[in-house]
Nanobody, 114 residues
Framework: QVQLVESGGGLVQPGGSLRLSCAAS????????MGWYRQAPGKQRDLVAG???????NYADSVKGRFTISRDNAKNTVYLQMNSLKPEDTGVYYC????????WGKGTLVTVSS
């Protein structure tokens, strides 16, 4: 079993920045991939960014050039640096970790508003 603890959400003005963190803990697990998903009000949950154990990243087109995903394998932690935030980035951000199965965090709310 893997537990995920997310942090870093909040209210930010358009053009601002936030950094999300997600720490995975448990016993006897190997992480293959980590990622962040976003669920805007009334919409489905979509991938924002992902990173493999080897460091290969992928991003949604809407965040390319603004968001950066990274991971610390020693700490089993994944980060999402979000810059130049827009109101359309508002939503609940969920951490996802793929080990032998897929695990989800509880989500952290990001609100971009003036």
């Amino acid at each position: 079993q893997v537990q995920l603890v997310e942090s870093g959400g909040g209210l930010v003005q358009p053009g601002g920045s936030l950094r999300l963190s997600c720490a995975a803990s448990g016993s006897n697990f190997s992480i293959y991939a980590m990622g962040w998903y976003r669920q805007a009000p009334g919409k489905q949950r979509d991938l924002v960014a992902g990173i493999t154990s080897g460091g290969i990243t992928n991003y949604a087109d809407s965040v390319k050039g603004r968001f950066t995903i990274s991971r610390d394998n020693a700490k089993n932690t994944v980060y999402l640096q979000m810059n130049s935030l827009k109101p359309e980035d508002t939503g609940v951000y969920y951490c996802n970790v793929v080990s032998k199965q897929s695990y989800w965090g509880k989500g952290t709310l990001v609100t971009v508003s003036s």
